[in-house]
């Protein structure tokens, strides 16, 4: 039809019959198959978002085939997706939600957009976008629509390739040819933003009553136990004398035990001191002229003769034993 149109007419007629096979191409052979792979059904609400420069007959060929699957308990209306956020939706309203149907997207909407459809859209509720993206940039595209409608709380995300003729892709991209349309669906969670639940969580084990009850039975074992303080007589609750209770030196030698707490301890270490603050007194008067003239028992025998009442002190080198 293109080629026959491009001999036979005028260029003013040709540029109309193209048109006019963009429609039959368009309208006829790619929108019927696209609209049948979404999931309508009688009695929903649906909203239908279309480009600036969209052609009019061919988005009134999509609104009367959706028309149709809804029928007329179910509600269609069309929105610039320029305006969509000019528009007052309430919360909840539509049950499908297309985008891209006529003119496929070339480019993801903001996630500020995105946010926006899904409080208008109901729980459970699907999001259908058409989008034209280049082959080489083709997993890059991907990847950041998957990110986005995660991002604004869409679940469910899926892409899927459309397949379209090469007559479609002539009207699609006359000047490039490498390029593909994909259909990326997702789905509203099935609660309202915002909303809160309860979790589910694990139930404590409750304890049958029959089973706390043992611990409230009588136990007649301790009944013959004897109270260790009725043992207890007159005379063992005196207080004992201090000199009863001194174990050190109770037999053989006094001597304090290692950590004494009687006062033995102290009362040897005093009589120690005692004796060495004695004054060492000679008997014979002679003891200071050497060991010639000094008893057998003269406390200075074997130090070095000195004058009358001159204090004998001892080197070291004196102290020490001969080898």
Request: with cysteine; hydrophobic share 35%.
């Amino acid at each position: 039809i293109y080629h026959i149109l491009h001999l036979h007419y005028s260029k003013r007629s040709f540029i109309i019959y193209s048109l006019l096979y963009e429609f039959l191409v368009l309208g006829y052979i790619f929108l019927p198959r696209v609209i049948m792979d979404i999931p309508f059904s009688s009695g929903q609400k649906v909203l239908i978002l279309w480009e600036s420069g969209s052609s009019t007959p061919i988005l009134q060929e999509v609104a009367d085939k959706i028309k149709k699957i809804i029928g007329p308990s179910g509600k269609l209306q069309l929105e610039n997706e320029e305006r969509i956020m000019l528009a007052n939706y309430g919360i909840s309203t539509y049950d499908v939600l297309i985008s891209g149907i006529v003119t496929p997207l070339k480019s993801l909407y903001s996630i500020e957009i995105l946010g926006y459809l899904l409080t208008i859209v109901k729980p459970n509720g699907i999001l259908v976008l058409h989008m034209l993206i280049t082959d080489k940039d083709s997993s890059d595209i991907r990847s950041k629509v998957l990110s986005q409608l995660t991002l604004s709380g869409w679940i469910n995300i899926d892409s899927t390739n459309v397949n379209i003729s090469d007559d479609e892709k002539e009207i699609l991209l006359k000047d490039n040819n490498t390029f593909e349309v994909i259909k990326v669906t997702a789905k509203k969670p099935n609660f309202e933003v915002g909303s809160s639940s309860l979790l589910n969580l694990k139930k404590p084990i409750l304890v049958p009553s029959s089973v706390s009850d043992v611990w409230k039975l009588d136990d007649t074992i301790d009944d013959e136990i004897i109270d260790s303080d009725k043992l207890l007589d007159a005379d063992d609750l005196k207080k004992p004398e201090p000199e009863s209770l001194k174990v050190c030196g109770t037999s053989g030698k006094r001597k304090a035990c290692k950590n004494c707490s009687c006062g033995l301890a102290d009362e040897l270490e005093a009589e120690n001191n005692k004796q060495e603050s004695q004054v060492k007194t000679s008997s014979c008067g002679n003891c200071y002229l050497g060991d010639a003239f000094r008893c057998a028992s003269c406390p200075y025998l074997g130090m070095p003769a000195f004058k009358p009442g001159e204090k004998i002190q001892l080197s070291d080198q004196q102290l020490k034993a001969d080898a």
